[in-house]
């Protein structure tokens, strides 16, 4: 007797919902779903970059004025064309340039729903038979879900804590071979907080230019920086190897749930023209959908008239909680930071699991956490390094030091006895 399903011929991909277990979203929807639903508490968030929620990280009244007047102006309710509209791209082309030895085109900017879409596109493009690709560990687990979609094989090199969490270029070289086509570099990081010297910018470009292959520079936190280190753009050193620059206003203006994102090319030499890659992008995004028209007409004026003041704001506020983050660590005897943070949204921090009981790893110190604590941290797991943790520090200063309150106690209630 037939059960119901015998007959159908659908299948699925099953390799999509084994990966989906391993992005930062997967992940955390499997710890919000361990909350404790009877805890009274207000649920504190350390687990993913979105500091929006809170009121001291609200966008400037510029980005919001500019969408009102882009939508009220009835000018940007059509489609766009494939790469987004002209004075869009012009602005971003303009806005990056002022970073960079050399001008950008408008051609050289590809608008995409944020920058998840631009690391789907360049992906894509880059997947062909027998195609490896080199990420680094610790890094952003989408990377990884997005080329076992497109079954690209995948290569990760270490970064190194004890070096501020500098790229080991050793095991670059070692990993690379005749089928490798790019690596990607996250700066400032996400997860590690980490923001990369000129000089060590530079040695990778070499590394990339020796090897053949094509640079990945994934700036969606460009210019959140509070530290000795200024953020310096990979496309800087495109007259030593292509770069492909992936961004966004979603991290710098507090908006990821606008989507706005872009794909730039950044290779004053054409290589990438004559290797097929720009024809290869274009194809790709002449089948997918783009951002919405409002936003993109919104941009030209977000970027030129947002001020300072809005940026110095931001900076200030995540210098405070990083630091408050780091001292707070200090008082936990089971997690150590071996790196305070520079920049971006996040600090990884190793957890010694010999000083508890009762829990045998990270990601069930981060379960139990969020049942008895309702506070959320990433587990390293999720970020190919097993018992390190995670944690953002883009919230409110006070949400920050109850979560740490929270965690020092829930710290203690498992500390192994003496």
């Known amino acids: 007797m037939e059960n119901g399903t015998e007959r ?3 299948r699925v991909n099953e390799r999509l919902k084994a990966k989906s277990a391993i992005t930062v979203r997967g992940t955390l929807m499997k710890l919000i779903g361990n909350l404790n639903k009877d805890d009274p508490r207000p649920t504190v968030p350390l687990g993913h970059g979105d500091p929006s929620p809170f009121p001291c990280f609200r966008t400037t009244p510029v980005a919001e004025d500019a969408i009102v007047d882009a939508v009220r102006s009835a000018k940007f309710n059509s489609y766009t064309p494939t790469f987004g509209i002209l004075p869009a791209r012009r602005a971003i082309a303009d806005y990056l340039s002022c970073d960079l030895p050399y001008v950008l085109s408008p051609d ?3 608008l995409t729903i ?3 879409q631009a690391i789907e596109v360049i992906l894509k493009v880059l997947a062909c038979p027998g195609a490896n690709i080199l990420l680094p560990r610790p890094g952003f687990p989408y ?9 690209l094989e995948v290569r990760h090199f270490d970064l190194n804590p004890e070096k501020g969490w500098e790229v080991d270029l050793e095991s670059v070289d070692a990993l690379a071979d005749e089928n490798t086509t790019a690596i990607v570099i996250i700066n400032p990081g996400n997860p590690c907080g980490t923001v990369y010297t000129h000089q060590h910018l530079k040695k990778i470009a070499e590394t990339a230019r020796k090897l053949g292959i ?3 520079a994934d700036e969606v936190y460009h210019h959140l920086t509070f530290g000795t280190n200024p953020f310096v753009p990979m496309g800087a050193f495109g007259s030593i190897v292509p770069v492909i620059t992936l961004g966004s206003i979603s991290k710098r203006w507090l908006v990821p749930g606008w989507r706005l994102g872009w ?9 990438l023209q004559k290797l097929g890659v720009i024809e290869s992008i274009m194809g790709c995004l002449e089948v997918t959908s783009g951002p919405p028209t409002f936003i993109q007409g919104a941009i030209p004026h977000i970027l030129e008239k947002s001020g300072e003041d809005f940026f110095s704001k931001t900076i200030d506020t995540l210098r405070v909680t990083a630091y408050t983050c780091c001292d707070r660590i200090k008082e936990i005897s089971c997690i150590t930071c071996p790196n305070k943070p520079e920049g971006s949204m996040f600090v990884m921090v190793k957890l010694n699991i010999s000083l508890l009981e009762d829990i045998n790893d990270d990601v069930e110190f981060c379960l139990k956490l969020a049942k008895e604590e309702s506070v959320i941290i990433l587990p390293g797991a999720a970020l190919g390094m097993k018992n390190w943790l995670r944690i953002t520090f883009a919230v409110d200063p006070s949400a920050l030091e109850d979560g740490f309150e929270r965690i ?4 203690q209630r498992h500390a192994k006895k003496q």
């Open 108 to 110: 050289d900017v590809y």
């Open 408 to 411: 020092k106690t829930f710290c």
């Open 143 to 151: 990377y990884e879900a997005c080329a076992a979609s497109l079954q």
């Open 214 to 216: 094509l640079v990945i």
């Open 263 to 271: 794909l730039v090319t950044c290779d004053p030499n054409g290589i």
């Open 8 to 10: 159908w011929r659908v």
């Open 114 to 116: 944020g920058c998840i």
